[in-house]
């Protein structure tokens, strides 16, 4: 049974930083692909990041490219998104997903989620 806890949200101001962890259970790194998400009150949910371990593929949506790092310590079965320089429009609640197969950035396509953890960046 695949198994996804996000940790690490709360309240930041504007310009500051925030590290997210997903701990992963009941799947193993080398079979599925481990992605990142937000949604906002009111908008849909959207892309932040995507990696597949092992094989250095990872791609960013555009408002995360420049300030936003994901990556996956296999020992540990968790992922990580770092979050820097971080602006009010970044507040929403922020899920970590998983699918099998080949990589990809559309929501409908990854199985697995957690119940997601809250950012908040005051101005």
């Known amino acids: 049974q695949v198994h996804l806890v996000e940790s690490g949200g709360g309240l930041v101001q504007a310009g500051g930083s925030l590290s997210l962890s997903c701990a992963a259970s009941g799947l193993s790194f080398s079979n599925y692909v481990m992605g990142w998400f937000r949604q906002a009150p009111g908008k849909e949910r959207e892309f932040v990041s995507t990696?597949?371990?092992?094989?250095?593929?990872?791609y960013y949506g555009d408002s995360a490219k420049g300030r936003f790092t994901i990556s996956i310590d296999n020992a540990k079965n968790t992922v990580y998104l770092q979050m820097n320089s971080l602006k009010p429009e970044d507040t929403a609640v922020y899920y970590c997903?998983?699918?099998?197969?080949?990589?990809?950035?559309?929501?409908?396509?990854?199985?697995?989620w957690g119940q997601g953890t809250q950012v908040t960046v005051s101005s």
């Open positions: 997903a998983a699918r099998r197969g080949v990589i990809g950035t559309i929501t409908q396509n990854f199985e697995f």
């Open positions: 990696i597949k371990w092992g094989d250095g593929r990872i």
